[in-house]
């Protein structure tokens, strides 16, 4: 998670304010520090109208004295104490000496509506390069730094001092971990780091209402699965190429002797237990990972916001408040919240690339019909594809050679580098923070001699698919307030006819006769699907086969496609419908270039942009997936 901090005086990188020597720091009157480990996920605020409701005012009248909490006491701690004497994680050469009895030591004091805790740092590094204080939703607090005492010699203001004593603790890495007693907002956390070695932190309480505080008290897995149960490997190899890995699995795909749910507990309960496991699922298996579990969807892979009104929306763990993205949104959040090591959904107009950028993760969606499809619930085979997750490229890698059933290629520079102007005006985040991370890792990976290339994609397309215009409308243009590219609207809405098309194909049968109970955004998508005639579906499938041969002259053999993969960070959960249609409309012009060409495109995170994961995509032409996992993996070194 991350932390945000009052913008009134200079702020490091890590969220914490800069205590200049000129400025002095306040003596806080407690006393002891006493030494809290980590003691697990805490116990929930719920909201009421003498706490959750006070405004600022009342709050200011009624200065709620701070409550000093004592240190709970634990076998857990006490063997931890017995160990390293404070609660102190220390890692690499710190570990290696003895452990002073100072650094580590906590007080944790609770108002009304925030908590406050006070940590003794002496010795640690404050170079925001090295220290980081991390505020997780459930009251988790994790510092990361490195001590500089325990050194035989110190730099300091130009001079080196000998030291005559090194009893603090020896220098290196260490990790702190401790829990404040309730949910807290991670949007408002303020911390100091004093030149006294003290670290301060204050952090507003989260009051929810009780029904949203009964999913999260059961959300230690962020809501991801909606089935934990292992399997095992079934590799017979001496050292399988995903030995050791873990994965989890989309509620879509064949699993033998379960039924998969499709994210709908009308579908669940009327379809009958998988006789075989899907071949993309046996093959992660057969290669030595072992499943962890089923991972929640959004109903029938109809949507790319995450939210399930029958099971419940995956906590994103990057931005609490945000939708996770969907349709695969628990497989993206459970290799996000680093439950496992990757996983695996289906992408047929976003259901990996949207998930993986707002999750702020590594996601493929490889090309029309790379990976075997069979024993997965179709929602639209003219796009239905097998993605992947991962938090690095490394394992990325390792999972598509196993999918794709393709050996580990060296990497190779693309040319030429092709970067879509347009496509970028579509996008809230500034282009150059999207475009210039990528420019600067394919010369430092290359050097500085690729071949880049700017287009305006839209106006290449229109003049390259003829059949799109069949689907462009003024009225379409007309109704859009923000900023719109006619020719991939028109893309968009090609797209979305033949997915409804097929989508009622496969399963109108089903809903006209069981009348299933949908959620709201996907009834209404079901009930259009429905409604959907075969009318200029040949023309949908036209623009298909036109579009790909028009992206493959322009990308050649190793040309790469550079755009967003969304038009901005997540949108808020259940957030205005208007907003989210615009925002969907914008999307799915960017999502449907390589929906629709079924081209391969890989989501590349790109950090954090006011506080929010924000991400760029590589696209390549139909069959150079093992060309662009290879360019990702190398490129991912100077991102």
């Not at 939708?323 to 993206?332: K, L």
């Amino acid at each position: 998670m991350r932390s945000s901090s009052a913008q009134s005086e200079k702020i490091g990188n890590n969220g914490f304010h800069e205590n200049r020597e000129n400025q002095p720091h306040p003596v806080l009157p407690v006393a002891p520090l006493n030494s809290v480990p980590y003691l697990g996920p805490s116990s929930l605020h719920y909201a009421s109208s003498v706490s959750a409701n006070k405004s600022d005012e009342d709050a200011e009248k009624v200065s709620p004295a701070m409550i000093f909490l004592p240190a709970e006491s634990s076998q857990e701690f006490n063997d931890l104490a017995a160990l390293i004497k404070t609660g102190v994680a220390l890692t690499g050469s710190a570990a290696l000496g003895k452990i002073g009895p100072t650094i580590g030591l906590l007080d944790v004091a609770e108002s009304d509506d925030s908590y406050y805790f006070r940590v003794s740092l002496p010795g640690v590094s404050r170079d925001e390069k090295e220290f980081t204080c991390e505020v997780e939703r459930d009251g988790k607090i994790v510092i990361k730094g490195a001590t500089t005492t325990g050194e035989k010699t110190v730099c300091r203001n130009s001079q080196v001092f000998e030291m005559l004593t090194q009893n603090l603790c020896p220098p290196g890495h260490f990790t702190i971990s401790f829990q404040l007693p309730g949910w807290v907002s991670t949007e408002e956390f303020v911390g100091n780091f004093g030149s006294d070695g003290v670290l301060e932190g204050v952090v507003k309480k989260q009051f929810v209402e009780r029904n949203e505080a009964a999913a999260m008290a059961t959300s230690n897995d962020y809501g991801a699965f909606i089935e934990k149960s292992t399997i095992s490997p079934t590799s017979s190899s001496s050292s399988p190429s995903l030995q050791g890995l873990t994965f989890a699995i989309k509620d879509i795909f064949d699993v033998e002797g379960r039924v998969s749910g499709f994210g709908n507990p009308d579908w669940l309960r009327t379809h009958s237990a998988a006789t075989s496991t899907a071949p993309a699922v046996s093959s992660l298996l057969e290669a030595g990972a072992t499943s962890l579990g089923i991972t929640i969807m959004d109903e029938m892979a109809y949507s790319i916001n995450g939210e399930n009104a029958h099971y419940g929306t995956p906590i994103n763990p990057i931005a609490s408040d945000r939708v996770p993205g969907g349709s695969s949104s628990g497989s993206a959040v459970a290799v996000a919240a680093s439950l496992v090591d990757f996983s695996i959904g289906t992408d047929t107009g976003g259901s990996v690339r949207v998930p993986a950028s707002y999750c702020g993760i590594f996601g493929f969606r490889p090309s029309h019909g790379a990976v075997s499809t069979a024993g997965v619930t179709p929602m639209a085979q003219s796009f239905d594809t097998v993605g992947w997750f991962a938090r690095d490229t490394a394992t990325l890698k390792r999972v598509g050679s196993v999918l794709l059933q393709q050996p580990h290629l060296k990497p190779v520079e693309p040319s030429p580098l092709i970067i879509a102007d347009d496509c970028f005006k579509l996008c809230s985040v500034p282009c150059e923070l999207l475009v210039q991370p990528l420019v600067r890792s394919l010369e430092k990976s290359f050097g500085g001699n690729t071949v880049k290339k700017n287009v305006n994609l839209g106006n290449y397309i229109e003049e390259n698919v003829l059949s799109l215009k069949h689907f462009m409308t003024s009225d379409d243009v007309a109704t859009q307030q923000e900023f719109c590219i006619p020719s991939l609207m028109a893309l968009s809405s090609s797209m979305r006819l033949l997915q409804r098309y097929e989508f009622k194909i496969n399963h109108g049968e089903w809903i006209s006769s069981v009348k299933p109970e949908f959620g709201p955004g996907i009834s209404s998508r079901i009930d259009e699907a429905m409604r959907t005639s075969d009318e200029k579906i040949d023309l949908s499938r036209s623009v298909k086969t036109e579009l790909l041969t028009a992206l493959s002259t322009l990308l050649g053999e190793k040309g790469v496609l550079v755009i967003p993969t969304v038009p901005g960070p997540p949108p808020h959960l259940q957030a205005d419908v208007a907003a989210l249609e615009s925002f969907r409309s914008r999307a799915f012009s960017l999502l449907s270039i390589a929906g629709v060409s079924g081209f391969c495109q890989v989501s590349i995170p790109l950090g954090l942009h006011e506080n929010l994961p924000v991400s760029v995509s590589l696209v390549a032409k139909h069959g150079s997936d093992g060309f662009l996992l290879s360019l990702v993996d190398s490129l991912s070194k100077f991102i």
